[in-house]
């Protein structure tokens, strides 16, 4: 797959800005550090608030030198160039300096490292992943190792130079400074009032009853403040750290600030515009990151394009990528240097390449020195004869693969041979490609630091190179592959009588699709003929396909029925029809996964659990097993969520995933349970990998699988821990040596697949929300139902269920009677509830509207091209209650438009547990 060229301008391109603002932006801008907010943050993966605190601590998660050293390879490569066809310079640091007057954010100096270590032995300082919230830099949190609640940080400065996902220490706050939850201010207040009378309540409820005294100039509750005890404190009472210590800490979210960075685990790199300087200082230039997370850089002005000095609007809608160099201690902007050009900012290209870019996903062709570790007879390569008398022979079973139909790398296979006695032998079988990605070389290498495929909506990009993927180790029909197999023998209740592990080869004898499979679960009595299928070889008829099929089928559904206590968390997924010459969307339709794929995933399951217990119960190897696990949630972000579902009639105990499960089963409206899995998604933990030997207490569980031991092992052409995974399982079937890194090596390489695998992801999604946004744009506005997750004081959030978006709805710019709006939320059990009062002119009136969670409303969605952050994005607008009831969005589906001559991208990466 080769590149586009990339990093020149388009020389008559003149800027022309599209229409849209956000409002906000120009706040941020001005440094406005202080935002206020009515609700506690609820963490969740859509703005980097998932929980970090298995990911565990560690010095250093690299096992090889995985930052790029060719930070200049643009500028070296002259790929980067003005419209004259220069080369950027090197930045030269000029002697100019930023004047004095210009206002900085002063952060503090980092403590030594061992007085770090000291404080997190006396808990006086915690240790911990950063999070950003995106959606408002100035929020950030932190995991408690020990599972409470988050530590929250509210502004820049005590951020101290850290990015996301940065590894650090935080020193916990005095409980005088941590803020206030907003529902318990006036309980807050009460205490403070009745500190001065020396009558400490002694429970909520004696706070509550003293809220009626309160004295009538208490500032009102919709300023959406995050106060501090001293802030509460209007009559100015001397509140000694006794009389605080009484008042209940549930009251107060825990702050922080940072004072040690352990790792940057950040790429230190951004999508971004380039603008002059605030003071117009003339050597230098101002980078402003899409990413609102990210300082914005001072740029040298001999690294900018040669005429950017004297035409800065020449660059308007330019997309840069910019390094981040060093971030002062002392200065209110980061430096940097420019990388390369992504071209227009709002087109489709640029807007992929940058989400590639911020997620630091390599995208480049693989090295020579990789490409050499591949087989030289490429097109002649065949299986070599010593491995014949080296693996199991099964090339003469009915073997077949099951795959999306535009899928190319073929990476399992499924077999199932009815025995005399009744019982079945099933057999899946995996692409050995451990064969070809042989340790300690540059290969190996290669993807040991891609760690995983990266699927876009209009392309993916390999792990490995594509004549592995496509290739020599894509289980293709009627050719001999070399493979990694799992054999049962199974009686009819699907319990395993017994179980072989071994290398093998197989010659898939057709290569099927969901859809072909579907056919016949769904038509278990129809002849089907050749036509029917795509070629079948190996001298196998249709007869034996259909049949095979259906005794998969038929086990796999006692197979599922077995896994009691297992939950699925399945969100809506998007699958674009898209223009094969321009890659424009077209129409859009939600990925539905059926009877087909849940066939192929129930063996995959069972493959990937009996690995890792075979791996687990051989002592040799044990120390070095990578495992899969998935802690159970945070207790009190769960308990959080359970309690406003509560509030809202949904009777949830959560005490186990069989108790999730069962819950969201019981739910049979679409809207509520599509926003309960929503809800319950947002609450639970990452699945990670680890090395088994580094676990504390060896506590290797799945809690989404409930299941204790459970690995990666199916899908080898696109993760790299099932690279692992396979080489252990040859040590243990004495084919091949155990893996040659140390436990901690191989739990470092762990979390950098965990790092990867989390990038990988929001790649994904970030990519079909562009698409959804361009789909939106070329259409214009429309409609649909919403499922209101959330309501604070001056804006919704709401969930379009039908396609797994989530949104915020401001109120402001609506025609409401405001002075009567009212947000009321008494306390942290209840959820909130906000009135708002409709203008209607003929006849004059008002109408009144009660907005709270799981209610369902009508919005308009637009798409806006952001000007001042250079994004595509997504709003919506609430409906006025009596207006017509409209889901347009269903004319972009793709089952409502006409047959067009397009092709289909289907994303596939549709795996249920690929998050766990």
Known sequence: MSNPPRFHYNQNYRGNSRSGKNASHQEQQTGNLHQNHSQPYIPGPQDGGFDTRAWGNYENYYPMQTQNNNTNSYYNNNNVQSRAGNQYSRPNNPQRKQPSSTPVVSCDQYLSEEQVLKDIATK??????????????????????????????????????????????????????????????????????????????????????????????????RD????????????????????????????????????????????????????????????????????????????????????FKDRPSDYEKSLFVARIVDIPADKKFASGELLESLGDADTLEAQSKAILMENDIRDEEFSNEVIKCLPLDQDKWSIPNEEFSKRLDLRNQ??????????????????????????????????????????????????????????????????????????????????????????????????????????????SCVKLSYEHAQDIIENPNKDFKAEDFPAISNNFSVNDITRTV??????????????????????????????????????????????????????????????????????????????????????????????????????????????????????????????????????????IYCCASCVPDSNYSHYALNVNFYTHFTSPIRRYPDILVHRLLGAVLDYNDNLYQTPGALEQIAQLCNEKKMNAKTCSERSAELYLAVLIREYGTISDEAVIVGVK??????????????????????????????????????????TIYWKQNEPPQTIKQVLKPFDTVNVDIMSEFDTNMKRLKLTAQLRHPNAEKLTTLANLCTSTLPHLNIAVQQRQDFDPYAEY
């Open 224 to 307: 959406n403040k995050r106060a501090t005890i001293n802030t509460l404190n209007q009559d100015n009472i001397t509140l000694t750290d006794a009389i605080i210590e009484q008042i209940p800490t549930e009251y107060f979210q825990r702050t922080v600030k940072v004072v040690f960075l352990f790792r940057r685990r950040h790429s230190m790199k951004a999508a971004g515009l380039l603008r002059k300087m605030p003071d117009n200082n003339p050597n230098y230039a101002l980078f402003s990151p899409m990413d609102s997370r990210i300082p914005r850089l001072m740029i040298p002005m001999n690294n900018c394009p040669p005429d």
């Open 124 to 221: 006086k300082t915690i240790r911990g992943i950063l999070r950003i919230n995106a959606k408002q830099y100035t929020d950030a949190f932190i995991s408690d190792p020990e599972d409470g609640p988050d530590f929250y940080i509210d502004n820049v400065r005590e951020r101290n130079r850290a990015l996301n996902l940065d590894d650090v220490a935080a020193e916990i706050k005095p409980k005088r400074e941590w803020k206030v939850i907003p529902e318990y201010s006036a309980l807050v207040e009460n205490h403070i009032r009745a500190a001065r009378n020396g009558n400490i309540p002694a429970n909520d409820a004696q706070a509550k009853s003293m809220d009626n005294n309160q004295p009538q100039n208490s500032p009102t509750k």
């Open 550 to 687: 259906s005794e998969l089928y038929g086990i796999s559904k006692i197979l599922r029925s077995k896994r009691t206590g297992a939950l699925t968390l399945n969100q809506p997924k998007l699958q674009y029809q898209i223009k094969t010459d321009s890659k424009m969307p077209m129409s859009f339709s939600v990925y539905q996964q059926k009877e087909s794929n849940r066939l192929v995933e129930e063996y995959m399951l069972l493959a990937n659990m009996q690995v890792a217990r075979k791996l687990c119960s051989t002592d040799r190897i044990h120390d070095k097993v990578i495992l899969r696990r998935h802690p159970a949630p945070n207790t009190t972000t769960l308990q959080n969520t359970i309690k406003m579902l509560t509030s809202s009639g949904v009777k949830l105990d959560g005490q186990s995933s069989n108790d999730i499960s069962k819950a969201v089963q019981s739910v049979q409206d679409e809207s509520a349970k599509k926003l309960l899995i929503h809800l319950l998604a947002k609450s639970m933990q990452l699945a």
């Open 398 to 507: 009915c073997i077949f693969t099951i795959d999306p139909a535009t899928a190319r790398d073929l990476d399992d296979a499924l077999s199932c041979e009815r025995l005399e006695n009744g019982c079945y032998r099933i057999g899946v079988h995996i692409a050995d490609v451990s064969y070809f990605v042989q340790e300690q070389t540059p290969l190996d290498n290669e993807a040991a630091q891609r760690t995983t495929s990266v699927y876009l909506v209009e392309r993916v990009i390999p792990m490995l190179p594509r004549l592995l993927c496509d290739r020599l180790c894509s289980l293709n029909p009627n050719e001999d592959r070399l493979t990694y197999s799992v054999i049962w023998t199974m009686n009819e209740e699907g319990e395993i009588l017994d179980e072989q592990f071994a290398r093998s080869i197989i010659r």
């Open 793 to 834: 004081d001056e804006s919704l959030d709401v969930y379009l269920f039908r396609i797994g978006v989530a949104l915020r709805v401001g109120i402001n710019n609506l025609p409401l009677d405001h002075p009567r709006t009212s947000y009321k939320k008494i306390s942290n059990d209840q959820a909130g509830e906000l």
